[in-house]
């Protein structure tokens, strides 16, 4: 399999974005890129460890506000893998599309959310940005306000488990579009 760093001959005839390891679809779309790699089935323990905690830091917390919670920390992570999943999830938890469409933009789309998960999406923005500024008080007592310890305490451990998931996806470029709900659970990152 072809990596990034790995230098690769370009067939002629063949544009130059094109990856040698894609067809060109024929329908006017971008070809899909292979995935790097496959953790489920190269690191099986890892990845059911993963799922294991996955299903264990969400326990007791409302699955649509999780959903909206795994959806904005890939849309900070860039993770298109996460992002397509968990947009399908949300919608099969019964999650409107605008309010899924809003996330991007929450703060100017306040109106859309419950105060609850205003304080879960502050809250996932946080975690997910450690580098810009930890997670300020204000920010963890209005989480607080809105949750009890155990509830905050699977909040915290969600976004984290997201955080993870993201992180393998997007290194082992997850391949978006194929997710079905109630395919498997889990990611397959």
């Not at 859309?112 to 007592?141: C, N, Q, R, S, W």
Request: negative net charge; aromatic residues 6%.
């Amino acid at each position: 399999m072809t990596t990034d760093t790995q230098q690769t001959e370009t067939p002629a005839g063949t544009p130059a974005d094109h990856h040698p390891d894609t067809l060109p679809t024929g329908d006017g779309h971008a070809t899909e890129h292979p995935a790097r790699l496959n953790l489920s089935e190269l690191a099986p323990d890892v990845y059911r460890a993963m799922v294991r905690l996955d299903a264990a830091a969400h326990k007791g917390l409302d699955p649509v506000l999780v959903e909206l919670v795994k959806i904005r920390a890939s849309q900070l992570n860039h993770c298109a893998f996460c992002l397509d999943m968990h947009s399908k999830d949300a919608l099969a938890a019964g999650e409107s599309i605008g309010r899924i469409v809003q996330l991007s933009a929450w703060r100017e789309s306040r109106h859309f959310y419950t105060e609850k998960e205003l304080a879960a999406l502050e809250l996932a923005e946080a975690i997910t940005l450690l580098t810009e500024g930890f997670v300020p008080d204000e920010v963890y007592e209005l989480a607080a306000r809105h949750f009890d310890e155990t509830e905050l305490a699977h909040l915290i451990a969600s976004i984290t488990v997201i955080n993870a998931w993201n992180r393998f996806a997007v290194t082992s470029r997850s391949v978006p579009g194929h997710y079905a709900p109630g395919q498997h659970k889990g990611h397959t990152a």
